[in-house]
């Protein structure tokens, strides 16, 4: 019984994590300007090959555009792109976060 209850957990868990993977590329609407937004709660960028990155709460980032759930995150340095929950984000200055 225990067997099975583990290879339960074990694909309930693989699936899970399957899910909370980067969004693509392809569905990015891309805004006219990058803009500035600042992380409203400790949060985790997530690179289109899987890497997660931690930002702590009040990091800058620059956002080159939006998925439905997610925002796409450019680097201005040599570090690489991810996408981050558009929910734990907020915009700086007078910028407004667009609707989708």
């Keep these: 019984m225990n067997k099975w209850v583990v290879i339960a957990l074990t694909l309930l868990t693989s699936l899970v994590s399957l899910k909370a993977g980067a969004g693509d590329i392809s569905e990015v609407a891309f805004l006219t300007k990058v803009q500035t937004y600042e992380a409203i709660s400790n949060t985790t960028l997530v690179t289109p090959e899987g890497k997660r990155i931690p930002i702590t709460k009040g990091t800058k980032l ?4 939006f998925t439905a ?3 796409f ?3 201005r340095k040599d570090k690489p ?3 981050v929950k558009r929910t734990d984000i907020a915009p700086v200055g007078k910028q407004a976060l667009p609707k989708y």
Excluded: H, L
């Design 62 to 65: 620059n956002v080159a555009g």
């Design 69 to 71: 759930t997610e925002a």
């Design 73 to 75: 995150v450019i680097s």
């Design 81 to 83: 792109n991810a996408f």
